[in-house]
């Protein structure tokens, strides 16, 4: 059964750093185009970073400098390395493609705050 399965969020002050991780099971990983998403209160889930089966990457602007997305194709993982995060980075982070949206996961919560 295809699954998701993200961790690696924490609390952390303003300015801090935290790497997220993503394991991808029951679906074949490499061909296809992977995203993390986040979702604070109240507020649609919106994509941060992409990176495509070849490599190619694209940010929302809000993370560009700030947000590297990398992905393992023999670990089937994706990962995402925040540094310098700020209040309005808190939310719940999720992982999926963007290409052949799976179930969802249950994402891992990144709270930003002094």
């Known amino acids: 059964q295809a699954q998701l399965v993200e961790s690696g969020g924490g609390l952390v002050q303003p300015g801090g750093s935290l790497r997220l991780s993503c394991i991808v099971s029951g679906r074949i990983f490499s061909i296809y185009t992977w995203g993390w998403y986040r979702q604070a209160p109240g507020k649609q889930r919106e994509l941060v970073a992409s990176?495509?089966?070849?490599?190619?990457?694209n940010y929302v602007d809000s993370v560009k400098g700030r947000f590297t997305i990398s992905k393992n194709n023999d670990k089937k993982t994706v990962l995402l390395q925040l540094d310098s995060l700020k209040p309005e980075d808190t939310a719940v982070y999720y992982c999926?493609?963007?290409?052949?949206?799976?179930?969802w996961g249950r994402g891992t919560q990144v709270t930003v705050s002094s």
């Open positions: 999926n493609s963007p290409s052949s949206t799976m179930n």
């Open positions: 990176i495509n089966s070849v490599g190619g990457i």
